[in-house]
């Protein structure tokens, strides 16, 4: 099955910063990733996605990129605001299911 | 409804006991996810429906674990026998046709917090 690597777990900025969260997943049939953002003691919510045909996705500031040959995806926080602290999540849909494979997660913290 | 919306929000159990938890999913997404997570850790899948098909089951750690979908709607998580290993948030979540596979969002609920003492 798939298998979804996320790196760091944690990660501090100064506000103002740039932030980059790196995936890795392992099968080659993967066809959608998604990116979720959870607050504390909240629901997981998508923020970004892209899907396995597209290298890379914007929106305001936050970004995707994708390769395909390599099997990694990246998310890509621009100009970080106090607001961004969360934990970030990457998923992975292997070709031959229908199920989200997370990664472990990222503990963002923007610091004033 | 607006949302996927689990019941109850919180829980507290014997251990022994058995709990069920629902969940009732945006209204026209036929699938329909379980997902678990432990405090401070990621979500880890537990079982998937969609529509008519058998569901995926593969995730379920244990035989204690089971869910069921009536109707193609609402459907209930049951633990049995619970153990204290079992206190995690067990999260719904819902998506239209086909759910991610052809790259739909899937969008979760506010979860149910399970506490085993």
């Known amino acids: 099955g798939e298998n979804v690597e996320q790196h760091p777990s944690t990660l501090s900025v100064q506000e103002g910063d740039s932030a980059v969260i790196k995936c890795t997943y392992s099968d080659s049939a993967s066809n959608y990733f998604p990116w979720y953002k959870q607050e504390l003691g909240k629901r997981p919510q998508l923020i970004i996605d892209?899907?396995?045909?597209?290298g890379e996705k914007k929106d305001q500031r936050i970004a995707v990129t994708l390769n395909k040959t390599a099997k990694h995806f990246s998310l890509h926080i621009t100009e970080t605001q106090p607001e961004d602290s969360a934990v970030y999540f990457c998923?992975?849909?292997?070709?031959?299911?229908?199920?989200?494979?997370f990664g472990t997660g990222t503990q963002l913290k923007v610091e004033l | 409804g607006a949302g996927v919306s689990q019941s109850p929000s919180n829980k507290v159990t014997e251990k022994g006991k058995d709990v069920e938890l629902r969940c009732d999913p945006i209204?026209?997404?036929?699938?329909l996810y379980w997902y678990r997570q432990s405090l401070g850790q990621g979500l880890e899948f537990l079982i998937y429906f969609q529509g008519n098909s058998a569901p995926d089951k593969s995730g379920l750690p244990s035989d204690r674990f089971s869910a069921e979908r009536t109707g193609g709607s609402v459907s209930t998580l049951t633990i049995q026998r619970t153990q204290q290993e079992d206190s995690a948030v067990y999260l719904c979540?819902?998506?239209?046709?086909?759910?991610?596979?052809?790259?739909?969002?899937?969008?979760f609920g506010e979860g149910s917090w399970l506490t085993v003492v």
């Open positions: 892209i899907r396995s045909n597209v």
């Open positions: 209204s026209g997404h036929t699938a």
């Open positions: 979540a819902s998506s239209p046709h086909q759910g991610a596979k052809i790259g739909n969002t899937i969008y």
């Open positions: 998923a992975a849909v292997g070709g031959g299911g229908n199920k989200l494979t």
